[in-house]
Nanobody, 120 residues
Framework: QVQLVESGGGLVQAGGSLRLSCAAS????????MGWYRQAPGKQRELVAD???????NYVDSVKGRFTISRDNAKNTVYLQMNSLKPDDTAVYYC??????????????WGQGTQVTVSS
């Protein structure tokens, strides 16, 4: 119902920066929260950052002060600015859109993933 297209991943040296973008289409009027998750090989997917429709943000402790999530409602796009990148940030990054229609009606959509590789 919601399609997400990610871009902006790549290879960067430690200490460098990247900006990820995620454009949403489809049934977008009901999206409450959008976020970025990441997954390294052999590990479970973890939440990196998310942002609500009102602009409230949440970050995993390991990226606080380095990453910034933002949202452009006019373009239906969410961004993740990643600064001071570390090798431990290397992972596939996935965009997520969450719709909460009621207390027991929740839907999640996922992007295809974009690879971020940080070399030392």
């Amino acid at each position: 119902q919601v399609q997400l297209v990610e871009s902006g991943g790549g290879l960067v040296q430690a200490g460098g920066s990247l900006r990820l973008s995620c454009a949403a289409s489809g049934i977008i009027f009901s999206i409450n929260t959008m976020g970025w998750y990441r997954q390294a090989p052999g590990k479970q997917r973890e939440l990196v950052a998310d942002i609500t429709s009102s602009g409230s943000t949440n970050y995993v402790d390991s990226v606080k002060g380095r990453f910034t999530i933002s949202r452009d409602n006019a373009k239906n796009t969410v961004y993740l600015q990643m600064n001071s990148l570390k090798p431990d940030d290397t992972a596939v990054y996935y965009c997520n859109a969450h719709r909460a229609l009621s207390w027991n009606e929740h839907y999640d959509s996922w992007g295809q993933g974009t690879q971020v590789t940080v070399s030392s």
